[in-house]
Each structure stands twice: as structure tokens, then as C-alpha cells.
């Protein structure tokens, strides 16, 4: 840190095109991708950072229906849109108890609640898949999108509750005392207040879920209802050699998270580092 | 965190009513993870195919375990990972954060975008897209490093037992430096800036105050990365899963791996759950020793 005497002058300039440097190279394996994803098989034979003669579009028609891309994304959208929708109306109504309500058992199920976030699936994925199959749910949209509301139970509570808890009491009460029904004053008052929690929260949902990888991998075998990482996943298995439409169809899985990421990241970037220090 | 107190709320109405709120978010969890995780207690004290009765047997399946010389391994490969999942990131991530946190702001704002895109991805499509660019015959890393000469040192990265745990950590680094850059970099909007100045005028020079201020100051965000990263390192699995499947031979086989070749491929399904309760009674012990340690050093330092 370049701390002079008087004001701060930033830091000096080989540190700034080194900090460059820094960014641009952390980001290189995404231009690679997508520089691949357009070159054809000879292409790729002249050197990984050759530019092609022209674009070949066709990587990604070739994984889009060749590869089944196009199944993924549908099952991937399929399976994000509920996931969000119901973690976010589920913990609105679980948030607002903790925040306002008593109930029997409360900080029992708070307990049990937390303990839910820090148990990694993948030590109860076993008995979740034979529960699965009992349950006949095995190869179905409902499994991936009831196990990972699920999963979100806890975090969305807690995100729901301590934003709730933040909002003023007086608004809260006036609503009462207008004769407002605890229904209309969560639904016409707290929501549209939480809208900046909501959205926040909706982003988290959005990309974990498109992101998961372990439940669809072991909760689905059929290729029909795949989604998008653990289709890539399948896809390379299948067409090891093809790099460029491997590549291809790792751009069709990663753009809709950078497009979200682009827009929304300060929105991100808060709530994320909002959320960690709490 | 601690349980809410219940707080005196106009909205709280005594009788039954308050409880259907939380009921249908509390079953759908129930059912799909607080079950399970019961069930996975229950099942590893037996021993299980999958398909016939569970036969109990204690804890045969545990004491088997502390005898398991691949478990070992696969903790070890563990410790080795933390290395990458935290020491590594976490040290980019505050110097990183302590340059860029002096930069203009619009310049601070595209490099904070750059250096933080890893960490939204999906960690294992991050897998398979690294496997390609490892790949000895045609994969641009190598290719890079033969082009500035260094040929000597293109190895045959994710199949070479010595170098296939760094290569995947590294992975991991790159995907958590930016996470933690954040985070200290929010937790530096934090700190008085009256405290530098003061220090200034006692003479203070960039590395003291930095030394001095800034990183007393972001304990709070020092403890929250090393408990994000070191669980993350510990319920690590898309990534080795997709770069490695844990191989070359048990190079970089971790818990979770070898939990699911247990389970999935040799339906020791009773063992494997054995293996899923040790990493997640991990889980729950680093999470207290962390807190303790800290709280320990937040008392001697302040």
C-alpha cells in the first residue's frame, strides 16, 4: 500500500498493471472457452490460443441438440424456477414465526434447523436415495425440486427472519391497529418492504440450485431429466474427443450464471459478504 | 448465531394458529434432510447392501474405519486440500483486498468482477473445464508452458501422483481468492478511518498500518472465511469428483469421495455412511474450534 505523506495517491502504477495482470489471467480459462468453442477440430490442432479462420457457430447446434444441451437447459429452468419460487414463500411464512410468533418447541426446531446447514449432503445422500426410491420419486422433476427447497429451508428462514426482525415495529403495528389480518400484514406489508431481502435471496437460490451437482447426480439416471452440469458431465464421458463442443456446452451452462452474475453482482456481492459477516 | 428470543410482537397471537406457519416449511425438511440425516446414524451402525434387511452391528463399522488405512489417506489428502481450499486464498484474498481497497473506485469495481466470477460458477463444470486444460496432449496449459520454453515442466498434471493434488487445488484457490478478496475488502469499509490517520501522525507506514490496524480489525472476517473454506474443503466433492474421481491411484481421494465409491460402487452402503458421519462430525468440530480459537485470540488481542 502506497501511503504517502498527505492524502492516499493510490497505489503506483507497476502495482496497478500487475493488480491487471492479476484480473485478467484469473479470468483467461472463460476467454479459452469461449475462444475453443468456436474453432473446429483442425482449429484446435494449430494451438490452443490460434485464432480460428472463422467462427463455427455449429459447436453449438451440435451440443445444443446433438449433445441434448437443449434437454439440460429445459430441465435445468424447469427445476431453478419452482425451487426459487417455493424457498422464497416457504421462508417468508417460516421467517416471519421466528421473527414475530411463539410457538411450542421454537428453539428445538431452530436447533434442528441449523443443524441441517452444516451437515454436508453428501452425509445423508445415502438414506436420501433410498428414501427416494421408496417414496417412488426416484427419476422424477418433484425429487430435485423438494429436495433442494428443502435444503434451502434453513438459510431462508434465518435470511427471511433476521430481515424481518429489522424492519420497524411501528409500521408493523400501525398496520394491526388499522385492523390489518397477520395474512394481509405479511403479504401487504412485510413483502413489499423485504423485496430487497427477497431478491437477494432469489439470486443465492438461483445459482446454487443451477450450479448443484450431487443431488441430480444421484437422485436421476435418467438422461431425459438431467440438468445442465451433470449433462456436461455425461456429455464429456460420451465425446471425449470433440473439445470444441465440449466447450461449447460449457458455455451453454455457465452464460445464463455470468449474464445473472454481470447484472446483478453488487446485489450479490452485498448480500453474500452481508450474510458471511453476521 | 444464536436461537431468536422470542420477541413481544403486536402479531403474536396465543392458540394454534402461529404453528401453521412453520409447518409446511419444517415438514418439506423433515422429510428430505432431518430424516435422512437420523437414518444415516442409524445406518451406519449396520452393515447394508442396499438391497436386503440392514443388519446392525454396532459400531464394527467406525472401529473398521480407525483401521482403515485408505481412510487415512483420504483424510490426509484432506489436510493437504485445506492448504488450497484456505491458507492460500485467504492470504491472496487480504493482500489482494488491501491493494485494491486504495484503487479508484470504478477501476476497484471491474478488477473485484474479474477476480470474483470463479467463485459463482459451478464448481463442477469448473472440473471438467480444468480436466481439458490439463490434458497432456492438447491442453493449452502445457501448451503455454512449452511455448515460453519451459517444456521440461509439462507434466502430465491430474495423472501424476506427486503434482495431481496441488494441480486440482489450485483449482480450488482460484475459485475461493476472490470470495475471500470480498470479503475483507467489505469488512476494510468497516474500520474508522480516523485510526489511520491516527497512526499516520505516530508514523506509521503503509505495511505497519496494514500490520497494525487493518488486520486486527478484520478478525471477524478472518474467522468467517476460514469456516466457509475450511467446510467447503471438507465437503469437498464436485471438483475432485470431476477432475480426478479421487485418482490417480488414491492421490487425491478425500471422505466424500471415498463415500460414494463405498456406497455407490461397492454398496458398503452401511461403511460409506460411517465415512459421511466422521466428515460431518469434522464438519461440526472445526466449526467450534475455529469459533473457540478465535474467541480465544479476540480476548488476548483486545
Known amino acids: 500500500m502506497a501511503v504517502r505523506s498527505g492524502a492516499y495517491a493510490g497505489p503506483a502504477l507497476p502495482i496497478r498493471i500487475i493488480l491487471w495482470i492479476f484480473g485478467i489471467v484469473t479470468v483467461i480459462p472463460f476467454g479459452l472457452l469461449l475462444l475453443t468453442s468456436i474453432k473446429s477440430k483442425p482449429d484446435l490442432l494449430k494451438g490452443a490460443f490460434v485464432l480460428p479462420a472463422y467462427p463455427h457457430f455449429e459447436n453449438y447446434l451440435n451440443a445444443w441438440v446433438d449433445g441434448h444441451f437443449s434437454t439440460y437447459f429445459m430441465n435445468s429452468v424447469l427445476i431453478v424456477i419452482p425451487v426459487v419460487i417455493i424457498s422464497i414463500v416457504l421462508g417468508l411464512f417460516t421467517g416471519f414465526a421466528f421473527a414475530f410468533l411463539s410457538f411450542p418447541f421454537k428453539r428445538t426446531i431452530f436447533v434442528v434447523l441449523t443443524i441441517g446447514m452444516m451437515v454436508p449432503t453428501e452425509a445423508f445422500i445415502i438414506p436420501l436415495y433410498y428414501e427416494m426410491l421408496y417414496l417412488n420419486l426416484i427419476n422424477t422433476y418433484w425429487v430435485l425440486i423438494l429436495t433442494q427447497v428443502a435444503m434451502s429451508m434453513p438459510f431462508s428462514t434465518l435470511f427471511m427472519a433476521s430481515a ?50 450431487l443431488l441430480p447426480l444421484i437422485l436421476v439416471n435418467d438422461d431425459n431429466l438431467r440438468t445442465l452440469p451433470i449433462g456436461m458431465l455425461f456429455f464429456q464421458g460420451k465425446y471425449t474427443v470433440n473439445t470444441p463442443v465440449l466447450t461449447a456446452g460449457a458455455v451453454i451452462v455457465i452464460a445464463p450464471i455470468v449474464v445473472v452474475y454481470l447484472i446483478f453482482q453488487r446485489k450479490f456481492i452485498e448480500g453474500l459478504t452481508a450474510g458471511a459477516s453476521k | 448465531m444464536r436461537a431468536p428470543r422470542p420477541p413481544a410482537s403486536v402479531l403474536d397471537h396465543a392458540g394454534g394458529g402461529n404453528l401453521l406457519y412453520v409447518l409446511p416449511g ?57 492448504v488450497f481450499y484456505c491458507v492460500i486464498p485467504l492470504i491472496i484474498g487480504i493482500c489482494l483486498a488491501g491493494i485494491i481497497s486504495v484503487v479508484k473506485q470504478r477501476e476497484r469495481l471491474v478488477l473485484r468482477t474479474l477476480f470474483f466470477l470463479p467463485y459463482v460458477m459451478p464448481t463442477a463444470v469448473l472440473g471438467i473445464i480444468f ?24 507434466l502430465p498434471w491430474l495423472g501424476d501422483f506427486t503434482w495431481v493434488l496441488p494441480a486440482v487445488g489450485a483449482v480450488a484457490t482460484w475459485y475461493f481468492f476472490g470470495f475471500c478478496m470480498v470479503v475483507f475488502l467489505t469488512g476494510m469499509q468497516r474500520i474508522d478511518p480516523s485510526l489511520f490517520d491516527a497512526a499516520r501522525v505516530d508514523g506509521a507506514r503503509g505495511w505497519q498500518s496494514f500490520w497494525h490496524i487493518t488486520l486486527p480489525s478484520l478478525m471477524p472476517e478472518i474467522r468467517v472465511v476460514l469456516l466457509l473454506t475450511v467446510i467447503a474443503s471438507i465437503k469437498s466433492f464436485d471438483l475432485i469428483f470431476t477432475m480426478t474421481r479421487g485418482g490417480p491411484g488414491n ?30 462430525i469434522v464438519v461440526f468440530a472445526v466449526n467450534f474450534a475455529i469459533h473457540q480459537g478465535m474467541r480465544r485470540l479476540d480476548r488476548t488481542t483486545g
Do not use: C, H
Open chain 2, 26 to 82: 419444517l415438514l418439506i425438511y423433515a422429510l428430505f434432510v432431518f430424516v435422512p440425516i437420523l437414518a444415516a446414524v442409524v445406518i451406519s451402525l449396520t452393515e447394508w447392501n442396499g438391497l436386503g434387511v440392514p443388519a446392525f452391528i454396532g459400531f464394527t463399522n467406525y472401529i473398521n474405519l480407525f483401521a482403515d488405512n485408505r481412510f487415512y489417506v483420504a483424510l490426509g489428502n484432506n489436510a493437504q486440500f485445506i
Open chain 1, 164 to 213: 424481518m426482525r429489522q424492519l420497524p415495529v411501528e409500521v408493523l403495528e400501525a398496520a394491526v391497529l388499522d385492523g390489518a389480518t397477520r395474512q394481509q400484514v405479511l403479504w401487504r406489508v412485510i413483502a413489499p418492504l423485504l423485496l430487497p431481502a427477497v431478491s437477494t435471496l432469489s439470486l443465492f437460490f438461483f445459482i446454487w440450485t443451477w450450479n448443484e451437482f
Open chain 2, 251 to 280: 492421490a487425491t481421494l478425500v471422505p466424500n469421495i471415498y463415500m460414494y465409491q463405498l456406497g455407490f460402487q461397492l454398496n458398503r452402503y452401511g461403511y460409506a455412511a460411517a465415512v459421511a458421519i466422521i466428515s460431518a
Open chain 2, 131 to 154: 480436466q481439458w486444460l490439463y490434458n497432456p496432449a492438447f491442453g493449452p496449459f502445457n501448451q503455454f508452458l512449452k511455448a515460453i520454453g519451459l517444456k521440461a515442466i509439462a
